[in-house]
């Protein structure tokens, strides 16, 4: 892990087992100036502090649930993760709780089981991003679907929550928000592998380089 500051990048952290470790990381958030980290093949989620200090790491006791590739955290500090194995997405009752069966997505809604995304807003609605059908499905904290949307990006990878909108992007730069038209960005060939919204920035990891974009009425 790296924490980028006045353009250097500090490592911190290492491979390994115990506690402080990563083994097989998958996924990351920052949630209330902690940093969670997902480790797959050990079924857990690692807490570290801004600076990348460790602080807990929790199991993930999921029934027979193994192999998460994705999560994410509302603002009660409940857990949400996805199991592609299962179709399932799993929720805690706050940070530690007992993580339970939310959604059975392959009876329930959607059977393609191709989700490349997934992401929580300021209210807790839930966003799942289907990449071999470029579509989103949208549900309530209680797990009702309430709306479909087809896009206009093609193998869409990454879904970012802004205001009352949803972001969509793919790894080519093409980008939409779901209320709007896709556009292109620029990116020299280059290929995004991760992005966030922070206020109205856009960032985008892009190969090795961060790129900024500030968001007014679309990018």
């Known amino acids: 892990m790296g924490i980028w500051s006045k353009d250097t990048i500090d490592i911190r952290g290492g491979y390994g087992t115990e506690d402080a470790g990563l083994f097989d990381p998958v996924d990351i958030i920052s949630n209330q100036l902690d940093v969670f980290i997902l480790d797959q093949t050990v079924n857990r989620l690692i807490r570290y502090d801004a600076q990348l200090n460790f602080i807990s790491s929790l199991n993930l006791d999921s029934e027979n649930a193994h192999y998460p590739s994705l999560f994410s955290i509302d603002n009660r500090q409940n857990i949400y993760v996805y199991y592609p194995e299962l179709n399932y997405i799993y929720r805690s009752s706050e940070f530690g709780g007992k993580m339970i069966q939310f959604l059975d997505l392959s009876s329930n809604f959607n059977s393609d089981n191709c989700i490349s995304d997934f992401a929580i807003n300021n209210v807790s609605d839930l966003a799942l991003l289907y990449n071999c059908n470029s579509s989103v499905s949208l549900f309530s904290q209680s797990g009702k679907i309430n709306r ?24 080519d730069g093409q ?35 961060l790129i900024m974009y500030e968001i ?4």
């Not at 007014?216 to 990018?219: K, M, P, Q, V, Y």
């Open 148 to 171: 479909r949307f087809n896009t206009q990006i093609v193998n869409p990878s990454i879904i970012l929550s802004f205001n009352t909108s949803w972001l969509i992007l793919n790894v």
């Open 175 to 209: 980008i939409q928000f779901l209320d709007k038209d896709a556009i292109q960005l620029k990116l020299d060939g280059g290929k995004i592998n991760d992005a966030i919204i922070d206020d109205n920035t856009l960032i985008l990891l892009v190969n090795s380089s």
């Open 216 to 219: 007014i009425n679309g990018i």
